[in-house]
Nanobody, 124 residues
Framework: QVQLVESGGGLVQAGGSLRLSCTVS????????KGWFRQAPGKEREFVAA????????YYTDSVKGRFTISRENAKNTVYLQMNSLKPEDTAVYYC?????????????????WGQGTQVTVSS
């Protein structure tokens, strides 16, 4: 089993920054690609960003490109999401996810392990 715990969410004004962290424990050797998803009230969970095992490749949804950066420290079993220039529409619960496979993973069904989520609220 793999456990994921997110931290770093909170309330921030528009234009501000937050950094989310996700620590992975358990059978971490099986957790290759990592991703961040978010879910706003009344909306479906959507892909935000993903990173491959060695961090060589990153992927972002169009709405966060140039503002968010995903990174990872495998030695610490941690993945980060640096969020800059935040907008009210970024308000959501953010979830960290881990896949048992590497490569291009942008759909929720491609991830078998999920964290409990952390709330990000951006005020206007």
């Amino acid at each position: 089993q793999v456990q994921l715990v997110e931290s770093g969410g909170g309330l921030v004004q528009a234009g501000g920054s937050l950094r989310l962290s996700c620590t992975v424990s358990g059978r971490t050797a099986t957790a290759y690609a990592k991703g961040w998803f978010r879910q706003a009230p009344g909306k479906e969970r959507e892909f935000v960003a993903a990173i491959t095992w060695r961090g060589a490749n990153t992927y972002y949804t169009d709405s966060v490109k140039g503002r968010f950066t995903i990174s990872r420290e495998n030695a610490k079993n941690t993945v980060y999401l640096q969020m800059n220039s935040l907008k009210p529409e970024d308000t959501a619960v953010y979830y960290c996810a881990a896949s048992s496979y590497d490569g291009y993973r942008t759909h929720a069904y491609e991830y078998g392990y999920w964290g409990q989520g952390t709330q990000v609220t951006v005020s206007s």
